[in-house]
């Protein structure tokens, strides 16, 4: 439908739309320029803007210590490896219920996704038994194995709305070819369906990435995350401020650049099927 | 060899049978049609012979094998959909090699049987193309081409010129035709349109809610129906019944009259039955008349198309005692 928008309006409504995510964005603008200054100008009165001395040291001393480097590399195990591992075990569970659904394919979905409902606090504590008991506690993978778990159902919930969309008759039309199972799933129904699940990986990868609740309480030294790094972080040395934001900035860095660089293949994923 | 028998066949989703009984014989190398309404099992019995259904009971044999468990890429047959169903993310060349790989033929045979189907279905310049990239005709031909190249034991055809338009329909028919008559391999081809089912066919099976309502020649079934279902839905236009006291003088519940087989006159009284035309569908080599007759009802008449008509027209008609088609009560023929 085509509107008469005046270039008034057209601008008035520019400049509001800048404010707002100016507004939103400016704590972390504030911290990426804070994250250069010195400490003594972090907290000078009045603040500065742009930092007076541009300084990397508070990276080397964040890196000093608390090893950014051991905690960035246990996010990239678990998120990727919690992702991976849900999507070989989401991949055939959505291809059931999308394909051969059964009366009680529906209630399953709902159920699946009732579990994100529940506060994680209700199930601490048997959680926490069983990995200690199983001697998980502060391992990568017992904390790989949590993430898949709690992302399952969106993992499952995505793939199954991406493989509604394909027609069943390929598929069949695979069956007739002499394609057993298994090169049905890989060399039909994947390759068609790599738009969902690129961005089914996507959103996990980042929903794993900024997970705390678990990460918190289920590590400690070892197996901590740059979520349970932040944490760490923020109490100790919570006065240093110019510290602190060079910590939030290497925490929030690496899963910026990817969010930034795959928003289009998001924003295509999530609308997926949406306009035939 | 590609000999398709049914035994007892029957196909129930949960509470509504779709299939209730059938047993059929197809033999090696024939072209068989299945025909009917739509709604009427065709397709269900289709997909039961590919294995794409389970049946719910009765058996399923091919070249006397029992396969009514087997999975469909065990059964050696090859499908064409209505949707064509390609793969869309393969080329043209990796859809008809497709059956070929899962086979874990090698690759020199694959490109030799690839270019050989590419050549009989004139796709050679269209190989390295993906499906999107064709027209709805050729995309047919590689669901088609993708069929050949395994040599199955007999090929399934699922509504498959449905979603194309009329010219290329009746092109695409002959191809298929010319096709059999080229391979020798069965072919069992499902539509709803009984033009179809006669120009294609060597025996066309009637199918109405689940029941063979008569397995036969196109000829045969045209000549004797065996009842009034087959006379309605084999023929076009459709025949016209007459029941009550005038199908009493034949001594029958009702009787059918083609609209082939009338004589017309527009000379008052020179006619068995008057009425006036309705309306005039000229095709410029027949022209189909909707008469209402007095007494009977609307009929339709095919006459040649040098005579002119219009509405309101007075017509005289006389069907050909030869061939008027008999019908008892329960609707099966005298």
Redesign the interface.
């Known amino acids: 439908m085509a509107r008469n928008v005046s270039v008034q309006t057209k601008t008035g409504f520019t400049i509001l739309a800048w404010a707002v995510a100016l507004l939103l964005f400016s704590p972390i603008l504030w911290t990426i320029v804070t994250a250069f200054k010195t400490e003594a100008e972090a907290i000078a009165a009045p603040p500065t803007f742009l930092p007076l001395t541009f300084t990397l040291d508070n990276f080397f001393d964040v890196q000093d210590r608390s090893d950014y480097i051991k905690h960035a590399w246990n996010s990239i195990l678990v998120s990727v490896g919690s992702t991976l591992l849900g999507l070989v075990i989401a991949i055939p569970a959505a291809w059931s219920m999308a394909f051969a659904p059964t009366k009680r394919t529906k209630d399953i979905l709902m159920w699946m996704l009732s579990t994100k409902m529940m506060p994680a606090v209700g199930v601490l504590i048997p959680i926490y038994l069983i990995f200690r008991d199983l001697r998980l506690l502060d391992t990568v993978h017992g904390l790989t194995i949590i993430m898949t778990l709690i992302n399952l159902p969106i993992i499952i919930w995505m793939l199954y709305t991406y493989f509604k969309e394909i027609?069943v008759?390929?598929l069949?039309?695979?069956?007739?070819?002499?394609?057993?199972l298994w090169?049905e799933i890989v060399?039909?129904l994947v390759?068609?369906a790599?738009p969902g699940i690129a961005s089914t990986l996507l959103l996990n990868v980042i929903l794993a990435w900024n997970e705390a609740f678990w990460t918190i309480t289920l590590t400690s030294g070892r197996a901590g995350t740059l979520t349970a790094f932040i944490s760490s972080f923020s109490s100790p040395q919570g006065l240093f401020l110019a510290k602190l934001s060079a910590a939030s900035l290497l925490a929030i860095a690496p899963i910026l650049l990817l969010g930034w660089f795959s928003q289009k293949q998001l924003v295509r994923g999530l609308t997926f099927g949406a306009v035939k | 060899m590609g000999s398709i028998t049914l035994e007892h066949v029957n196909k129930s989703f949960g509470e509504v049978e779709i299939i209730p009984d059938i047993s059929l014989e197809i033999k090696d190398g024939e072209f068989v049609v299945f025909v009917g309404p739509s709604g009427c099992g065709k397709s269900t019995l289709l997909r039961l012979i590919?294995?794409?259904e389970d049946t719910s009971s009765g058996h399923i044999k091919l070249d006397g094998e029992d396969v009514t468990g087997a999975?469909?890429?065990r059964r050696g047959?090859?499908?064409v959909?209505?949707?064509y169903?390609?793969?869309?993310?393969m080329s043209v060349r990796d859809n008809i090699a497709?059956?070929l790989k899962?086979?874990k033929t090698p690759q020199a045979i694959i490109d030799q049987k690839v270019d050989y189907a590419a050549r009989t279905l004139n796709l050679g310049s269209y190989l390295d193309r993906r499906p999107r990239a064709l027209s709805g005709g050729q995309r047919q031909r590689v669901a088609i081409g993708?069929a050949i190249v395994?040599e199955p034991k007999a090929f399934?055809f699922d509504e498959p010129l449905s979603n194309l338009d009329a010219a290329l329909r009746v092109n695409m028919r002959l191809e298929i035709t010319e096709l059999h008559q080229q391979l020798k391999t069965t072919m069992i081809y499902v539509t709803h349109d009984q033009v179809e089912a006669m120009t294609m066919a060597d025996r066309i099976v009637v199918l109405n809610a689940g029941n063979v309502e008569q397995f036969g020649s196109p000829l045969e079934l045209y000549k004797k129906p065996a009842n009034r279902f087959v006379a309605g839905f084999i023929g076009s236009p459709k025949m016209n019944f007459v029941d009550g006291p005038e199908a009493e003088k034949h001594k029958a519940h009702a009787i059918g009259v083609r609209p082939e087989h009338f004589t017309l006159s527009t000379t008052a009284g020179a006619g068995q039955w008057a009425g006036t035309v309705n309306v005039a569908e000229q095709l410029g080599s027949d022209t189909f008349l909707h008469v209402e007759v007095e007494g009977l009802g609307l009929m339709t008449v095919r006459t040649d198309g040098d005579q002119t008509f219009s509405h309101g027209d007075k017509v005289y008609l006389t069907p050909d005692a030869n061939r008027i088609y008999r019908f008892d009560a329960a609707g099966l023929a005298l």
């Open positions: 027609p008759d390929i069949e039309a695979a069956r007739m070819d002499g394609a057993e090169n060399h039909v390759p068609m790599i | 590919a294995g794409l999975p469909p890429a047959l090859a499908m959909f209505q949707s169903a390609l793969y869309p993310h497709f059956p899962m086979a993708r395994r399934l």
